[in-house]
Each structure stands twice: as C-alpha cells, then as structure tokens.
C-alpha cells in the first residue's frame, strides 16, 4: 500500500480532480475577499465604538459645563480609524459638526435645538452602523 502523500500526489494530477478545484477555488476566492473586508470593517467600527465610549466615559466624568463638552469634543475629533467604514466616518463627522454647533449655540445664548436634533440623528445612525456590524453574517 502507498503512502498517503503519494495517493494524494496521484489523485492531484489527474484532470477529472483538478477542474472542479478550480471551480471551487474560482467560486469560493470572491467570499473569502468579501469576509474579510467585512472582517476589517468589523473590527474597526469596533475601534471607534471603543474610543467613543471612552470619550463619553471621561466626559460623564468631569463636572458639567462648556469645557467638558470642548475636551469631550476634541476627543472625538482625535479619532482616527481609516479602515471604519465610510458612512460611520461621516455619521461621527456629524455628531461632531452637531455637538460643536451647539456649544457655539449656547456660548452666543441661542436656541441649541436644532443641533441637538441634529445630534440625535448623527448618533442614531452610528448605534444602527454599529448594530450592523455587531450581527455576525
């Protein structure tokens, strides 16, 4: 009887083997690249999620007032992940524009609703990135 490795070398150099491998390979290669970035996105909206749970860990923290919100602001703004996927760059792009046009709001003593609403918005759609993402495929 042969051993193992030479069955193997005899059946790998027969055609009838060799094209339906490659089927499989041809077929398979796309998933493989599809999971991995999906992979990487993964693991870096997890990133972000970190950090803004670490920036709102600190905020939550200090004593409430425009300063808080400034350091909590500049936090955010130091966030950089150029893997995350882009509408999660953009909804954190958002939520930040929102939050400082509202510390612009009540520094000049103005109705700060509209960004709050804004915010609001920009939040719910990083949670809704997020939870996507979360959910294994």
């Known amino acids: 009887m042969q051993p193992w490795y030479q069955r ?26 599809r999971g991995w970035i999906y992979a990487v996105r993964q693991s870096n909206t997890w990133d972000v999620q970190r950090k803004m749970n670490a920036a709102l860990n600190e905020f939550q923290k200090e004593p409430f007032g425009l300063r808080s919100k400034e350091k909590y602001v500049a936090r955010l703004k130091a966030i950089d992940n150029p893997y995350a996927p882009d509408d999660l760059k953009r909804a954190l792009a958002d939520y930040i524009s929102a939050f400082e046009g509202s510390i612009e709001a009540m520094k000049a003593g103005v109705d700060a609703q509209p960004f709050e609403y804004r915010k609001g918005e920009a939040e719910q759609r990083i949670l809704d990135i997020e939870k996507r993402y979360r959910e294994y495929r």
Do not use: E, G, N, Y
């Open 8 to 33: 193997f070398d005899t059946l790998a150099r027969k055609k009838s083997v060799q094209i339906p491998l490659a089927i499989i390979a041809a077929v398979s290669f796309p998933l493989v690249i």
